[in-house]
C-alpha cells in the first residue's frame, strides 16, 4: 500500500511538527507500506509571492510521480487545511484517490470566519476520512455526515521504565513559550510557592514566540529558562522532573503532547480547564485548575508538594492513563482504516 503523507516535518520544534515526524516515522516502520513524505513547513515560513509559490510546489508534488498513491493523508493545523483540504478532496474524488484529513489542535470549525469554516466543511465532506483529535471536534465533524475516527494525540513508549518517585520538589513547563500558554500565572505562582518553599525548583523549556519574553524575563529564584528540547531529547529530560504544569488558555489548544508525554514518565500533571483538556486529564493524573488563576496554581503545586502519599496516587495514574494514547495502539488503527478505503 503506498501512502503519500502531507503535513509539517521540524524545524520548528513545536507540537504539530513534532506529531507530525514521529507519527510518519512509526507509520514508515509497518510491513507493507511504501510512504513518501511532502513536508510543507516552507509554506507557513514563506511571506507574500513565495508563500504562493511554496503551496502551489506542494499542491504539485501531491499529485506527482508515475505510480499515484493508495492514499493521500492531509495532515495539518485548521489555517493550513483550510487552504490545501478543499483541493485535497476534491482532486481526490477525480482520481478516485482516498484522502484523509487530520487537523492538529482544538480548533472548532464554528469558531472560525466564514471563509475559512467553508473551506473546511467543503473538504470534509468531499474527503474520505477524517482522524479528530478531540471529542468536541468529533462531534462536529461527524455532523457533516463524513467517515471520522478518533484519533487524539499519541506518543510512543520510552524505550525505558520510569524512575520511582516519592515527592515532589522539582516542576517542568515544556512547550512554547508565550503568554496564553498561562506564563504569567505560572512565574506568580512559582514566585510565592518558592517563598515558602526554597527547595522547590520551576525550569522551563520551549521556544519563545512572538518575541514575547527575553531569557532575563525568568531570572527569578527557583526557575531557569532552559532553552529548546530536540524530539529524541524529550523523555530523557521529562524524567528529571517531578510533575509537569500547563496552566495554557491558548485558543489553539487541543491534547498538547506533553501531557501525554509526561503521563508515559509517570509525572501528575497540572492544567487548566480549557477547551478540550479535561477530556485527557482527570483526578486520577493530575490537578485541573481554572484557567487564569495564579492562586489555583499556586494551591494545586503546594498540594504535590506537601502531599506525598497523594502525589504517588497521581503518579501512578499517569502511568495507567498513557496507555489510552500509545503511538502504536494509533499506527494500528491508522492503517486499518486505509485499508478500508482501498
Known sequence: MKIRMIGPLPPPYGGATVYFQMLQEEIGKASGVELEVIDT??????????????????LRAAWSGTHRPDIISVHMSIGALSLFAPYFGIVGK????????????????????????????????????????????????????????WFPNIRKTPDSAPPCKTQCRKFLYLSQVFPEKGI??????FSSLNKKHPDTRLDIYGQILRNSYQVADFNHPGVAYQGVVKPDNVYATIARYDALVLPTYYKGEGYPGIIIEAFHLGLPVITTRWQSVPDIVNDNCGILIPPKDSTALENAMETLYA?????????????AQAKDFSADQAVAKYLELCRSLT
Open 184 to 189: 504569567p500565572e505560572l512565574l506568580d505562582a
Open 41 to 58: 513547513t516552507t509554506v507557513s515560513s514563506a511571506r507574500g509571492a513565495k508563500k504562493l509559490l511554496a503551496l502551489l510546489a506542494v
Open 307 to 319: 502531599d506525598d502519599t497523594g502525589y504517588q496516587h497521581l503518579a501512578a495514574g499517569a502511568l
Open 94 to 149: 477525480l482520481t478516485s484517490t482516498p484522502v484523509i484529513i487530520h487537523r492538529f489542535g482544538g480548533n472548532l470549525i464554528h469558531q472560525q470566519r466564514f471563509p475559512r469554516a467553508l473551506a473546511l466543511k467543503i473538504a470534509y465532506r468531499v474527503c474520505g476520512a477524517a482522524l479528530i483529535e478531540t471529542k468536541a471536534q468529533l462531534a462536529e465533524v461527524k455532523a457533516l455526515k463524513t467517515p471520522t475516527i
